[in-house]
């Protein structure tokens, strides 16, 4: 029975791959079963296509075998091969999908695609014991792996370190550490609210720290060099800048929750995220004693462009049999088979993919979603050299330059439970796995230092280890966080203190030099008249300098100003009386850095001064309404004395004085500070000159 099982599913397996041979990767993949209603076809043939043809509707169909046609969208993605079919309705549960690619299709060298229809089926309506059995399973696996968390619902357990500036710790060591800061989110593995995520000096003194309940989760500098970190509730990625100003966020499509365990984002603005699959299955079709209606959980692989359109889709149901999983117990109700928990971007550009539950790394080509090999686990294909022992339920596999991989061995199978930190070297072609380098922490009072969950390494510039030792159990006075040299002597370690059961998911540490840009909320438009204004800003951490853009709202073209005299400040000229003004200022560092600019800002220039009725003595008088002192500004080439008297409405001279025009210059100041605000006169004569004007005094 056994036998015949595994032969059914490897010709499934067999001819759905066969099927693509005409395309190089479409998804879902043609012949697969249990997606959500909610979802895209992603078709991509592995040439660079013509824009013009792909945009013509006629060449595709979507049609559900009970929702009927599909109207839709076509994106032709950035990299000009990727084609997108995104549906305006969802599909119905339980109807099979037909996509058809017409004839007519065609590249950008005018050669042809070629013509093909493909299918797959959406889950059936699941009943209410269903989507219960779904949602509990969910927040089983969370618990499992990150502690009574109830998944960030507001339902936490309150605990008297809930918003304290720092988690307590203790640095335990400290002798010649690599520099840097260190980055890190803690939290009560039992639901206390003891969450942070902090960034640390080597000292233990505090750069940053933020306490939410539902924040924090894999706190690091992402690779296009932003601050990165899991909301669980709602889920998603958030992205920060140094200023910690959020910047971005993240989902998973297709009908997929936003699984925390991994994002990773790159310059260019592509990015991948990963989630979880849900399929209920007859498993006794390999044993009779196995669940005749189990729920599988599965591990979905997305990549983005920087449009955030979906390039690629992988799905651990569509390629790897449940039956690999080698310590899942069939029997049971709930199987999490592959339990994925890391994603590494090779040097090739493929990805090196993490399967816990599999005790297995796997590369994947990210063009086709095909194997590339496989790591570990029941279809190793590497031998194993100068080590005896396989990793299990590892965490965190990252790839060095040199090609070589670390990751953190977690441990929960080995004979003599124990974590380690390992580093090996893969001959992809001759299949050898070799263990360049691991460590084992000493032991602590007689025990093995041991994580049963959670945990990461990360190599640094230094050549040192970064070791977070995951979910250690409490009470045992194991450290959380060691930096190690290459020979194992601990040059670095911190502890969190026992009270609170606190546990680390992921742990960096970076030489931070940020360049942060300038608070919004502190810029400010002062002294503005009709034709300037004074921009102040708050110094920003790093600057070197700024760079000052302002412009008329509602035009295109900004004028550009430099300021690196050491100020944050600038008095802009020459502006245009009564009109709105939009500006915004970045940050340039020493380090050739530039942080994003800030929020827009605004600020009105006055009105045009008030002119004289006779031009021939005053061109403008300003301000006016006046608070302490009114302005007059005389027509150039006045050289004889200037009468001024101040009248109030009744015609009482309450003010007059006589200027020299040539002594004075061309600017008067007539002082009105202890006048009772009202309407006045302000009358000015010159020889048989006279002009009359109308004041406000404030």
Not at 146 to 151: A, E, L
Not at 248 to 276: C, M, R, V
Not at 569 to 580: G, I, R, V, Y
Not at 593 to 621: C, E, G, H, R
Request: proline share 4%; glycine share 8%; with cysteine.
């Amino acid at each position: 029975m056994r036998n015949a099982a595994f032969l059914i599913v490897l010709a499934a397996f067999f001819y759905s791959h066969a099927s693509l041979a005409q395309y190089q990767f479409i998804a879902p993949l043609p012949g697969s079963t249990d997606h959500n209603p909610d979802r895209n076809i992603i078709i991509r043939d592995g040439n660079l296509m013509d824009a013009a043809i792909v945009n013509r509707k006629n060449l595709f169909s979507i049609h559900g075998s009970l929702s009927g046609i599909h109207d839709f969208d076509i994106v032709l993605c950035r990299d000009q091969r990727t084609i997108l079919l995104n549906p305006l309705t969802a599909f119905t549960e339980g109807e099979t999908v037909t996509v058809n690619i017409g004839n007519g299709l065609q590249r950008l060298d005018g050669t042809a695609a070629p013509a093909y229809t493909f299918h797959f089926s959406i889950h059936r309506k699941y009943d209410t014991g269903e989507m219960s059995r779904i949602n509990a399973a969910r927040a089983e696996q969370w618990e499992q792996e990150f502690g009574n968390q109830v998944m960030g619902t507001g339902n936490e357990k309150s605990g008297d370190n809930a918003g304290t500036s720092l988690p307590p710790f203790y640095i335990t060591t400290n002798t010649n550490p690599s520099p840097g800061e260190i980055f890190f989110h803690n939290y009560n593995f039992y639901g206390y609210e003891t969450y942070h995520h902090c960034i640390i000096t080597n000292n233990g003194d505090s750069i940053y720290s933020s306490g939410a309940n539902n924040i924090g989760w894999d706190f690091k500098i992402n690779k296009n060099g932003y601050l990165t970190m899991y909301r669980n509730f709602p889920p998603k990625f958030e992205s920060f800048d140094s200023s910690f100003i959020q910047i971005g966020s993240y989902l998973t499509k297709n009908g997929y929750l936003t699984d925390i365990h991994e994002f990773q984002i790159f310059p260019d603005g592509h990015y991948y995220l990963q989630a979880y699959s849900n399929t209920f299955m007859d498993l006794s079709v390999y044993d009779p004693s196995y669940n005749k209606n189990a729920l599988i959980t599965g591990l979905v692989i997305q990549k983005f462009d920087k449009d955030k359109n979906l390039l690629f889709e992988w799905r651990s149901i569509d390629h790897i049999p449940v039956i690999e999983a080698p310590h899942a117990y069939f029997g049971n109700p709930t199987i999490d088979y592959v339990h994925g928990n890391a994603i590494e971007e090779d040097l090739d550009g493929n990805i090196i993919i993490s399967c816990r539950h599999l005790d297995q790394v796997n590369k994947l080509d990210v063009n086709t979603g095909n194997f590339i090999w496989r790591l570990g686990g029941v279809k190793n294909e590497f031998t194993l050299l100068n080590d005896s022992i396989w990793f299990t339920y590892q965490h965190d596999v990252r790839q060095l330059p040199d090609g070589h991989i670390t990751l953190f061995d977690n441990g929960n199978f080995h004979a003599d439970q124990c974590s380690y930190a390992r580093e090996y070297a893969l001959d992809v072609v001759n299949k050898t796995a070799t263990l360049v380098w691991s460590y084992k922490h000493p032991d602590v009072n007689g025990k093995h230092v041991y994580g049963s969950a959670l945990g990461s390494v990360q190599r640094l510039s230094n050549g040192n280890s970064f070791i977070n030792w995951g979910g250690i159990l409490p009470g045992k006075d194991f450290p959380n966080l060691t930096e190690v040299t290459p020979e194992g002597e601990i040059v670095w370690e911190m502890k969190l203190k026992d009270k609170y059961n606190d546990v680390i998911y992921r742990a960096h540490k970076y030489e931070w030099n940020p360049c942060a840009r300038t608070l919004s909320s502190k810029m400010k438009a002062k002294d503005i008249t009709a034709t300037s204004a004074n921009l102040e800003w708050h110094d920003a951490n790093g600057a070197t300098a700024y760079k000052l853009q302002h412009r008329e709202v509602g035009t295109t073209q900004w004028s550009n100003k430099t300021i690196d005299d050491g100020s944050s400040a600038k008095l802009l000229k020459n502006l245009e009386p009564a009109t709105t003004y939009e500006w915004h200022v970045q940050t340039i560092c020493s380090n050739g850095v530039t942080s994003p600019y800030t929020d827009m800002a605004t600020f009105t220039t006055l009105p045009q001064k008030q002119a004289a009725t006779a031009l021939t003595i005053a061109s403008t008088v300003y301000p006016n309404p006046a608070k302490d002192v009114v302005h007059i500004a005389l027509e150039d080439g006045i050289q004889q004395n200037i009468s001024v008297q101040l009248q109030n409405l009744l015609g009482v001279v309450l003010y007059q004085d006589v200027f020299i025009a040539s002594v004075s210059g061309n600017l008067l100041t007539l002082p009105v500070k202890d006048f009772p605000a009202g309407i006045y006169c302000l009358l000015l004569k010159s020889g048989n000159t006279e002009s009359a004007m109308k004041i406000v005094i404030e």
